[in-house]
């Protein structure tokens, strides 16, 4: 069964200093992994993700994750933050012998980032 | 950039009435999805749709709810006798055919049951 745990429900930062908001994963197979922003009253917007490639992922607006294995961890980084990173975070984790159908969201992270 | 687009942004309907959410995800995808996220809460899956049937359902999507492509274009989540429990953002999805796709989302259509 897999199961997604995000492990700080806010995360608050000054501007111009580095993010780390953290995932855990569970997964009975070899999971894909996503990260998502969720802007306030919009959608969802995809950062990055990992598919079984390089385990250290780039992604959109200087974010980057990097997934490991022996940790079941896939957390997302970014140098310094800017103000308009404040935004619902979420990591997503998708399994299934064929057509990744199942998909998992983490309950969120809050991230504040501070004038 | 193809973009998944929802309608109505915000509905709202009064309890037992019958409502149908609308998506047209993007042109050249073939799965699709819906999820719900009540205020406060998690993101949570319903359902996936692939090659006109249900792929996948969580235990939410019960039989008061039914999804359809009935055009090949438009994807719709019919709820058929709304609850207060069930106003929340649903957010519809799609994504291309290969394996490790990300899934795209629409911006949601608000649910308010009145």
């Known amino acids: 069964a897999q199961s997604v745990t995000q492990l700080d429900s806010h995360v608050s930062v000054s501007e111009g200093t580095p993010v780390l908001l953290r995932c855990n994963y569970s997964s009975s197979y070899s999971p894909s992994l996503f990260w998502y922003v969720q802007h306030p009253n919009k959608g969802l917007q995809l950062l990055l993700k990992?598919?079984?490639?390089?385990?250290l992922v780039k992604g959109i607006n200087g974010f980057e994750a990097e997934f490991k294995k022996s940790e079941t961890s896939f957390h997302l980084t970014k140098p310094s933050a800017h103000m308009s990173d404040a935004a619902e975070y979420f990591c997503v984790v998708s399994e299934g012998k064929t057509s990744y159908d199942k998909v998992i969201f983490g309950p969120g992270t809050s991230l504040s980032v501070i004038p | 950039e193809p973009e998944v687009t929802q309608t109505p942004s915000h509905q709202v309907t009064q309890m037992g009435q019958e409502v149908i959410l609308r998506c047209v995800p993007i042109?050249?995808?073939?799965?699709f999805y819906w999820y719900r996220q009540i205020l406060g809460q998690k993101v949570e899956f319903l359902v996936s749709?692939?090659?006109?049937?249900?792929?996948?359902k969580s235990e939410i999507f019960d039989d008061q709810f039914s999804v359809e492509r009935p055009d090949g274009s438009n994807f719709t989540l019919k709820i058929r006798s709304t609850k207060l429990e069930d106003s929340a953002m649903y957010f519809c999805?799609?994504?291309?055919?290969?394996?490790?796709?990300?899934?795209?989302f629409g911006d949601g259509t608000r649910l308010s049951i009145l």
């Open positions: 999805a799609s994504r291309g055919g290969s394996a490790g796709q990300p899934q795209h």
């Open positions: 042109s050249n995808h073939l799965y």
């Open positions: 990992y598919t079984s490639a390089a385990t």
């Open positions: 749709f692939y090659n006109n049937e249900i792929s996948e």
